[in-house]
C-alpha cells in the first residue's frame, strides 16, 4: 500500500468518526450519517489556498478534518471582513447545498488542511431517498442565520469590548480547551489585526480592550494562545 492509497484509507475512518460525531450532525441518524460519509471524498488544502471564492458554484459542502480555515467577504477595493475561523469539526458551504446559489464568501486555508468534499447531485440524490437529512440540513442552516443576525446586531448596537468578548467567544467555541476553574484556553493562534478583524474595529482600539483585560485578568496569554480566565465576564459583555 503506498502513502497515499493509506493516507485515503485513514481519511476514511476520518470521514465517518466526523460526520457521526460532529455537534453540527448532532442529532441525525447514525446510519444517515456513516451513509453521508460514503458520499465524501477527502482532500487536501495546501496553507494559502482558496477553497472557493464569494460568487463561485455552489456545487458542494466541505468538512474540516484537520486544519484551520477562514471565512470572509472581500470588498471591490481588497478590503477584507474575516467572518469566522473554521477548525476540525465544523462544516462549510452548507448552504450551496440547499439554494443552489453561488457562494456567499471566501474561504482559505490558513494552514494545510484536510478536508471531506460532499458533491452536491450526490448529496441530493441521497437526501431525496432520506428527508430526514434535509430537515436536518435545514436546521443547520438555521443556526447559521441566527448567529449571523447576532452578529450583525452587535456590530450595530454593542461597544467595542462587547464586540471583542463575541470575537473570542466565538473562536474558543471552535479551538477551545477547556481548563481548570473553568478557564478556556483557544488553541489557536491569532494576532490582535485577526481579533479587530473579526470585531469590525481598528487593531489599536482592540489593543487597549485587549491589555486592559489582561490586566484585570479577564483573559492571559498562554505560550501565545489566548486564555479565557474569566468566561461568565466576556459573555455577559457579548450580549446586548
Known amino acids: ?7 485515503q484509507g485513514e481519511c476514511v475512518t476520518e470521514i465517518k468518526d466526523f460526520l457521526k460525531n ?3 450532525l448532532e ?8 451513509g453521508l460519509s460514503r458520499l465524501a471524498r477527502a482532500m487536501k488544502i495546501p496553507a494559502g489556498t482558496i477553497l472557493f471564492e464569494n460568487g463561485d458554484p455552489g456545487n458542494g459542502c466541505y468538512a474540516v478534518l484537520e486544519g484551520s480555515l477562514k471565512v470572509s467577504l472581500l470588498s471591490v477595493d481588497g478590503d477584507e471582513q474575516l467572518l469566522a475561523v473554521l477548525g476540525p469539526g465544523d462544516l462549510v458551504g452548507e448552504l450551496a447545498l440547499l439554494d443552489g446559489r453561488p457562494r456567499s464568501a471566501t474561504v482559505i486555508a490558513l494552514k494545510e488542511a484536510h478536508v471531506a468534499f460532499i458533491d452536491k447531485a450526490a448529496f441530493q440524490r441521497f437526501s431525496d431517498e432520506n428527508p430526514a437529512v434535509y430537515r436536518h440540513m435545514l436546521s443547520i442552516v438555521g443556526k447559521r442565520l441566527r448567529h449571523a443576525n447576532d452578529v450583525l446586531a ?3 448596537f454593542l461597544p467595542l469590548p462587547g464586540r471583542v468578548a463575541q470575537a473570542l467567544l466565538q473562536l474558543s467555541e471552535t479551538f477551545g480547551k477547556p481548563l481548570e476553574n473553568g478557564r478556556v484556553l483557544i488553541h489557536y493562534k491569532l494576532s490582535q489585526a485577526d481579533i479587530a478583524n473579526m470585531a469590525g474595529a481598528a487593531r489599536e482600539n ?7 483585560w489582561k490586566r484585570s485578568g479577564t483573559i492571559s496569554r498562554i505560550s501565545g494562545y489566548y486564555c479565557l480566565e474569566q468566561v461568565e465576564f466576556l459573555q455577559q459583555a457579548s450580549t446586548l
Not at 1 to 7: A, E, I, L
Open 206 to 212: 482592540v489593543s487597549r480592550v485587549l491589555n486592559d
Open 1 to 7: 500500500m503506498n502513502g497515499y492509497t493509506r493516507w
Open 27 to 34: 442529532g441525525l441518524d447514525p446510519e444517515l450519517a456513516v
Open 154 to 156: 452587535a456590530r450595530s
Open 22 to 24: 460532529s455537534f453540527s
